[in-house]
T-cell receptor
């Protein structure tokens, strides 16, 4: 059974610092890995999707890497802003269009 | 704009009553929808996979007779919490994806409070 872990559970940084969020998974036979953002009491917004054959994806200030063999993914957020404060969730997909297994999330607070 | 909508966004009900939550795909036909439950400060736990025109597939430990799922059209799936109890109070979120695409789109969620 796939298990996804995110460390740290919470993170507080001053504005302008780079953020590094970690995600690990136990079964390397994944189809893809996605990073989501969730604001309090809201649904999820997809940030980046990495195919199992890819090593990284970038979108603006966000960069996500994937090391499937070691079961790890890292989300980097450059030059953090207060608006980046949210919970970030990673999720692995076992097959195309299949259900996702989520990590516990990292709650991020960027202080002005 | 929103790709997936949910209704209602918030509901309060008495213990023993049933509550229906709707999930609509606004931009594309969704043959598959997923229902998740999220307790405070916890992650999302998949409850069931809703398949258009067929029975839903439930995850281990989820009672199918308590959480009734209907996916009668390509744009609508409903989750009915039957005989709700206070322990069913949670945040329920649905998601779907476009055929042959992998990015999943999530609804805004429904917060259920059972008194």
């Amino acid at each position: 059974k796939q298990e996804v872990t995110q460390i740290p559970a919470a993170l507080s940084v001053p504005e302008g610092e780079n953020l590094v969020l970690n995600c690990s998974f136990t079964d390397s036979a994944i189809y893809n890995l996605q990073w989501f953002r969730q604001d309090p009491g809201k649904g999820l917004t997809s940030l980046l999707l990495i195919q199992s054959s890819q090593r990284e994806q970038t979108s603006g200030r966000l960069n996500a890497s994937l090391d499937k063999s070691s079961g790890r993914s890292t989300l980097y957020i450059a030059a953090s802003q207060p608006g980046d404060s949210a919970t970030y969730l990673c999720a692995v997909g076992a097959a195309a269009g299949n259900k996702l297994t989520f990590g516990g999330g990292t709650r991020v607070l960027v202080k002005p | 704009g929103a790709v997936v909508s949910q209704h209602p966004s918030r509901v309060i009900c008495k213990s023993g009553t049933s509550v229906k939550i709707e999930c609509r795909s606004l931009d594309f036909q969704a043959t598959t929808m997923f229902w998740y439950r999220q307790f405070p400060k916890q992650s999302l736990m998949l409850m069931a996979t809703s398949n258009e025109g067929s029975k839903a597939t439930y995850e281990q430990g989820v009672e199918k007779d308590k959480f009734l799922i209907n996916h009668a059209s390509l744009t609508l799936s409903t989750l009915t919490v039957t005989s709700a109890h206070p322990e069913d109070s949670s945040f329920y979120i649905c998601s779907t994806h476009q055929r042959y695409q992998e990015t999943q789109y999530f609804g805004p969620g429904t917060r259920l409070l059972v008194l």
